[in-house]
C-alpha cells in the first residue's frame, strides 16, 4: 500500500519547489548549492515576521498521525536570531523553534490531520536586535505518516535502468549508472507467506546467480528509528548500509544465504538518529518487499 509522503529537497530541475508557494515573508528566497547540496535561503531583506512558504495538502488520510520535518541552519553569529514554526490552517503546530547556531539540525513536529484540504504554511521571525533579517538556510522538507508501510500492492510497478530513478510514492528507488543489471518492481511466480506475496521489488532483475554486485539506493520521504523488511529468494551474500539526515551511517546489517533463503532484514537508530536512506548491495536475483517504518 502507497501512503501519501511528500519530500522537497529542492534539487529537482523541473519544479524545485514542488509546488510550495512563497508567502508574504518568502519573496526573497531563492536556492543555493553547497558540496552538492541545494537549499533555499533568503537574498538580503528586512525584519523576518510572517509566512515563509505555504503548501495545500489534499491526500492526507483524517485522523492520521503525521509528521513535518524540516533541515535548517543559521548562516552567522550576529546578535538578532531567527525562530521557525509550522501552522495549519493557520493553528500553530507547537512552540517555535529558535536558531542559535550553524550546524545542520532537523526539527520535527507531529500532527493529526483533519478531514479534507489543509493548508499547512512554515512562519519565521526574528528576535530584537541588530543584524541581518531572515538569517537560516533550510532543506529537506518532509511530510509523512508516523507509521508507515510498503508492500507494492497498489504500485504501477516500474523498471529502473541504470542511471535512473522510480519515485514510488514513499520510497524513491535509484541505480548508478555503473550498475550491471537493472531493478524492477514485479510479481514472482511463487509466494513466501508474510515475507513476498504479489509485487515486490526485484533485484538483479531477470538475471542469472553469481553477478557483479549492485548498489540500489532506495530513499525515504520520511524518517524512521525503526525499519523492516523481507528479502527472498537469496543465494548470495548481501549487505544493507543505512543512513540518516546529511549522509550519516548509522549501521549496516549483513545477509548470509546460510541463515536460509527468505529473512527478515530490521535495523534501529540510535537514540535521537533516523534512517532516511538505505543502499541495498545485491549479488543475485532476489526480492524485497513487506517494509515496515516506524
Avoid at 509546488?19 to 528586512?46: C, H, I, S, T
Avoid at 478531514?115 to 528576535?127: E, K, T
Avoid at 508501510?149 to 514510488?168: A, Y
Avoid at 537508530?269 to 513487506?290: K, P, W
Amino acid at each position: 500500500m502507497t501512503q501519501y509522503c511528500d519530500y522537497t529537497s529542492f534539487e529537482s530541475s523541473t519544479d524545485p519547489w514542488n509546488d510550495w508557494v512563497k508567502g508574504a515573508n518568502g519573496q526573497a528566497l531563492a536556492l543555493g548549492e553547497e558540496n552538492g547540496n541545494y537549499y533555499a535561503f533568503f537574498r538580503p531583506m528586512g525584519n523576518l515576521q510572517g509566512k515563509i512558504l505555504e503548501k495545500k495538502l489534499t491526500q492526507l488520510v483524517a485522523n492520521e498521525k503525521y509528521r513535518v520535518s524540516i533541515r535548517v541552519r543559521r548562516v552567522n553569529d550576529q546578535a538578532k536570531y531567527p525562530s521557525i514554526t509550522w501552522r495549519m490552517d493557520e493553528i500553530p503546530l507547537g512552540s517555535a523553534t529558535p536558531l542559535y547556531d550553524r550546524e545542520w539540525h532537523v526539527i520535527r513536529t507531529d500532527f493529526v490531520a483533519k478531514d479534507g484540504p489543509q493548508m499547512l504554511a512554515l512562519i519565521g521571525s526574528d528576535s530584537v536586535g541588530s543584524g541581518e533579517g531572515a538569517d537560516f538556510w533550510f532543506d529537506d522538507i518532509r511530510i509523512y505518516p508516523a507509521n508507515m508501510h510498503e508492500d507494492f500492492e497498489d504500485s504501477l510497478g516500474g523498471i529502473v535502468k541504470p542511471g535512473e530513478t522510480l519515485d514510488q510514492g514513499a520510497l524513491i528507488i535509484s541505480l548508478p549508472p555503473t550498475s550491471t543489471n537493472d531493478v524492477g518492481i514485479q510479481t514472482h511466480t511463487l509466494s513466501v507467506d508474510g515475507k513476498l506475496e504479489g509485487q515486490g521489488l526485484a533485484l538483479n532483475r531477470n538475471v542469472a546467480a553469481n553477478l557483479p554486485e549492485q548498489e540500489v539506493t532506495i530513499q525515504l520521504k520520511g524518517e524512521y528509528s525503526n525499519v523492516e523488511f523481507s528479502w527472498t529468494w537469496i543465494s548470495q551474500r548481501g549487505e544493507v548500509r543505512f543512513y540518516g539526515p546529511g549522509q550519516k551511517l548509522l549501521g549496516q546489517s549483513e545477509v548470509l544465504p546460510i541463515n536460509g533463503a527468505h529473512q527478515n532484514v530490521s535495523f534501529k537508530a540510535e537514540q535521537g538518529d533516523y534512517v532516511t536512506e538505505m543502499v541495498i548491495t545485491a549479488r543475485d536475483f532476489s526480492y524485497l518487499d513487506f517494509f515496515r517504518f516506524s
